[in-house]
T-cell receptor, first 116, second 114 residues
Framework: AQSVTQLDSHVSVSEGTPVLLRCNYS??????LFWYVQHPNKGLQLLLK??????LVKGINGFEAEFKKSETSFHLTKPSAHMSDAAEYFC??????????????FGQGTTLQVKP | DGGITQSPKYLFRKEGQNVTLSCEQN?????MYWYRQDPGQGLRLIYY???????QKGDIAEGYSVSREKKESFPLTVTSAQKNPTAFYLC?????????????FGSGTQLSVL
């Protein structure tokens, strides 16, 4: 069965320090993977996506993620956190199932806190 | 929010009442989705529709109903059978696969029970 696990429910960093949000997935096939961000009282916004091209994916706002098939991971990183990065982040895997190509599986979410 | 309008932004439901959440899109996307978000959880799929006049149950469809009479509209009804309806509801659309599988999300509706 397909699943996605975000290993940390809360991450707290100081402004200017690196960010690491961890995501592991289980899949029998090479999946499509996404990171979405949700700011308070706003809808979800796509940060980046991996769809079997380059394993290092660059997204918006300085974020990037590396697809590691051997580790079934897709961790999100940013070299230097900004106060505006404080939000909830979702790792998402696209499910490949017969007759069910529209289904996505969302991780539980990681709340990123950025301290001044 | 990418051409997706959800209304209302806040909705209150009385016990035993059915309420309908609106989702309208002007992106000409074929696929539309309804997700429910609870604190500390990821989004869970309620219903989705790949094309007009067709829809499929998601993971937590019980207590909900939908219709897809028009490409632009995918309303979600929360029925009285849904015993725990308080949540944040997100509508999403997706273009055809050759446009990169990107999901577009509305701004959401917060539903609370009085």
């Amino acid at each position: 069965a397909q699943s996605v696990t975000q290993l940390d429910s809360h991450v707290s960093v100081s402004e200017g320090t690196p960010v690491l949000l961890r995501c592991n997935y289980s899949s029998s096939y090479s999946p499509s993977l996404f990171w979405y961000v949700q700011h308070p009282n706003k809808g979800l916004q796509l940060l980046l996506k991996y769809t079997s091209a380059a394993t290092l994916v660059k997204g918006i706002n300085g974020f990037e993620a590396e697809f590691k098939k051997s580790e079934t991971s897709f961790h999100l990183t940013k070299p230097s956190a900004h106060m505006s990065d404080a939000a909830e982040y979702f790792c998402v895997v696209r499910y490949y199932g017969s007759g069910n190509t529209g289904k996505l599986i969302f991780g539980q979410g990681t709340t990123l806190q950025v301290k001044p | 929010d990418g051409g997706i309008t959800q209304s209302p932004k806040y909705l209150f439901r009385k016990e035993g009442q059915n309420v309908t959440l609106s989702c309208e899109q002007n992106l000409n996307h074929d696929a539309m989705y309804w997700y429910r978000q609870d604190p500390g959880q990821g989004l869970r799929l309620i219903y989705y529709s790949q094309i007009v006049n067709d829809f499929q149950k998601g993971d937590i469809a019980e207590g909900y109903s939908v219709s897809r009479e028009k490409k632009e509209s995918f309303p979600l009804t929360v029925t009285s059978a849904q015993k725990n309806p308080t949540a944040f509801y997100l509508c999403a659309t997706r273009a055809r696969q050759n446009l990169g599988e990107k999901l577009f999300f509305g701004s959401g509706t917060q539903l609370s029970v009085l």
